[in-house]
């Protein structure tokens, strides 16, 4: 891998991690008082964290 594949790969990376955590610390905050619904926050996380990555595809 040459150096501008690897910036270009660390930098979706980054927009990765940063729409994935966003996506964590708001599920986490819907939850907060309510019972576990694992199914339903896993496709609320998914729904935010493609939210979010579509941004950087447009």
Same mark, same amino acid.
């Given at each position: 891998?040459?150096?501008?594949?690897?910036? /270009?790969?660390? /930098?979706? @990376? /980054? *927009?990765?991690? %940063?729409?994935?955590?966003?996506?964590?610390?708001?599920?986490?905050?819907? %939850?907060?008082?309510?019972? %576990?619904?694992? *199914? *339903?926050?896993?496709? %609320?996380? *998914?729904?935010?964290? =493609? /939210?979010? @990555? =579509?941004?950087?595809?447009?």
């Amino acid at each position: 891998m040459n150096k501008k594949n690897k910036v /270009k790969t660390d /930098k979706q @990376l /980054k *927009i990765i991690d %940063r729409a994935t955590d966003m996506a964590i610390r708001q599920v986490e905050k819907e %939850r907060r008082g309510k019972e %576990r619904d694992f *199914i *339903i926050e896993w496709f %609320r996380y *998914i729904e935010i964290a =493609s /939210k979010e @990555l =579509s941004k950087h595809l447009n």
